[in-house]
C-alpha cells in the first residue's frame, strides 16, 4: 500500500485507525457450503504461505487469487509456489491497497511481522474483506481493541491464528475442567522455555534491492536498515524489536497462555501483574528480553508463565507426537506445557497437539485425551465462518484478552519489572502512567491509531 493512500485513508474518523464511513464492502450474507471464496495473501513468509495453500487444499472452491510482500524476492518464491500446488500462477503485488481494491477478493490471509496485523486487518475490514491474522494479533493494548470494534463495525469475520482454540481435545479439556473433576482451580503454570544463544544486532547496512524498507517499517519508527531485522528468505529477527514484536511471548508462549485461558474458560482480564525479566543470561543486545517470569491475578487463582530463550534441553511436542492421537510428551521437559492445578487433579495440557492428562494420587492417570495439531481444524473453521457469517473460533474479543496477557506482562518488564495494577473494564493500569502510554504504542505519522 502506498504511504500517501494510508495517511489519506487514515484521516477518517472512528472506532480505528481508519474505521469510518466510505468503503463499499461486500455481501455479508450467509453463503452456499460450495461458493468459492477467493483468499489474498500479505505477507509471504514460509508460515503464511503454507497455511493458506493448505486452506485451499482442505476446502472446497477456495482459490488464491493474489500475493502480496514489499521482498520481491519472498513474492517471487510464494507465485511459484502457489503455481505448483493449483497449476495457475497468482497476481503478485507490493502494495495492499490492490488487493484491498480487488472486489473479486472475498478474505485477507495477513502473515506480516506483528507491527502490520492491526493495520491490514482494520484496511481490510474496511474494504469489505474478511481476514485470517496471524498470532500475535497486535503489537500493543489499544491495537487489540480498535481491531475488535473494526470487526464489530464493519461485520467481518476476523480469525485469529491462535489454532489450539479449533483442536477437539482442547474442547475435552475444558469440559472436563467445567465438570468439576479437576475440582477448583488452585493455580496455573504456563511455560515457554525455548533454547537459544546470545543476540547482537548486526551494523546498519545500506537496504538491500529486494527489500523495501519504508513500507516494510509501515507504522514503526524510521530507523537504519539492519541485516537482524529482516532476512531476504528467512524469517530475520524482528521479533527482537520492540517496535516490531512482543518478542518471544508474543511468538510461542501467545498459544500457550491463549490455549490456557480457553481451556480454564476464558477468564476476563487479569486484576494485577507481576513481571520481571532481562538479559541476564547471554547479555546480548536484543531489545526484548531473553528471561521473563510474570505472574497474572485473577482473583480466585494466579497464572503464572516462565519464558526463555536460553534452556536448550527443553523440548516442543515433537512433530509424531504432535500428529498422533494416541501418543502424549513427556511433560517434565516439555517445553510449551501448562500444568493446571485443581483440588481434585494436576492437568497437563500439550500446545499444538500433544492433548491432555490428568494424574491424581500417585500419579495416577486418571482422564486423559489425545490430540493433534489443529492447522486444518481451524483453517475449515475460518472458512465455513466466512460462508455461514458465524463468529469464528479465534474471535477477535477472545484472543485480543489472550493477547492482552502478552501486553501486560512486556509492559511489566519495561516500566522496570514492576507489579502493575489494571482495570478491565477500562483496559488501563491504575497505578503507573509510563505503562498506559505503552498500552498505546507510539506510530509514525499517517498511521495514528486512533
Request: charge should be positive; charged fraction near 20%.
Amino acid at each position: 500500500m502506498e504511504r500517501r493512500e494510508f495517511i489519506k485513508r487514515s484521516a477518517l474518523a472512528g472506532a480505528g485507525m481508519a474505521v469510518g464511513g466510505g468503503f463499499m464492502f461486500g455481501n455479508s450474507a450467509a453463503r452456499g457450503a460450495n461458493d468459492k471464496v477467493v483468499l489474498a495473501l500479505v505477507g509471504c513468509g514460509g508460515r503464511g504461505l503454507s497455511c493458506i495453500i493448505n486452506c485451499c487444499r482442505i476446502n472446497a472452491n477456495v482459490v488464491i487469487k493474489t500475493v502480496c510482500d514489499v521482498n520481491k524476492t519472498k513474492l517471487g518464491k510464494a507465485a511459484a509456489e502457489v503455481e505448483k500446488a493449483f497449476g495457475t500462477r497468482p497476481g503478485t503485488t507490493a502494495q495492499m491497497k490492490e488487493i484491498f481494491d480487488d472486489k473479486d477478493v472475498d478474505a485477507v490471509w495477513v502473515a506480516t511481522p506483528e507491527h502490520w496485523h492491526m493495520p491490514a486487518t482494520i484496511l481490510a475490514c474496511q474494504a469489505g474483506k474478511d481476514v485470517y491474522v496471524e498470532k500475535n494479533p497486535s503489537i500493543n493494548i489499544l491495537e487489540g481493541r480498535k481491531m475488535v470494534e473494526a470487526a464489530t463495525k464493519y461485520k467481518r469475520v476476523v480469525q485469529v491464528g491462535f489454532q489450539n482454540r479449533s483442536a477437539p481435545y482442547a474442547f475435552s479439556a475444558r469440559e472436563y475442567i467445567k465438570s468439576g473433576k479437576l475440582g477448583k482451580i488452585v493455580t496455573v503454570k504456563c511455560y515457554n522455555m525455548l533454547g537459544g544463544g546470545k543476540w547482537t544486532e548486526a551494523p546498519e547496512a545500506p537496504v538491500p534491492a529486494w527489500l523495501d524498507w519504508d513500507k516494510w517499517l509501515g507504522p514503526a519508527p524510521m530507523r537504519p536498515f539492519s541485516p537482524s531485522s529482516v532476512e531476504e528468505n528467512g524469517r530475520g529477527g524482528w521479533l527482537n524489536y520492540w517496535a516490531y514484536s512482543g518478542g518471544n511471548l508474543a511468538d510461542d508462549a501467545s498459544h500457550v497462555m491463549d490455549l490456557c485461558r480457553f481451556v480454564i474458560g476464558d477468564p476476563g482480564h487479569p486484576k494485577s501483574i507481576y513481571g520481571w525479566g532481562g538479559n541476564h543470561i547471554f547479555g546480548g543486545t536484543r531489545e526484548t528480553p531473553e528471561f521473563q517470569a510474570v505472574v497474572y491475578d485473577f482473583g480466585d487463582y494466579t497464572l503464572s508463565l516462565d519464558n526463555a530463550c536460553a534452556t536448550n534441553y527443553m523440548t516442543k511436542t515433537p512433530n509424531d507426537v504432535r500428529m498422533d492421537s494416541t501418543k502424549f510428551p513427556s511433560w517434565r521437559n516439555n517445553s510449551t506445557r501448562t500444568e493446571i492445578y485443581g483440588t481434585e487433579g494436576l492437568m497437563y495440557l500439550g500446545r499444538h497437539g500433544g492433548g491432555w492428562q490428568v494424574l491424581g494420587p500417585n500419579n495416577e492417570i486418571v482422564a486423559q485425551e489425545g490430540g493433534i495439531f489443529p492447522d486444518k481444524e481451524h483453517q475449515i473453521n475460518f472458512i465455513e465462518c466466512i460462508r455461514s457469517r458465524k463468529t469464528p473460533n479465534g474471535s477477535p474479543e477472545e484472543c485480543h484478552r489472550s493477547a492482552t496477557l502478552v501486553h501486560l506482562g512486556n509492559t511489566a518488564y519495561r516500566v522496570g519489572n514492576k507489579q502493575l495494577l489494571f482495570d478491565p473494564a477500562t483496559e488501563k493500569f491504575t497505578n503507573c502512567d509510563e505503562a498506559n502510554v505503552l498500552a498505546r504504542g507510539t506510530y509514525r505519522k499517517g498511521y495514528e491509531i486512533t
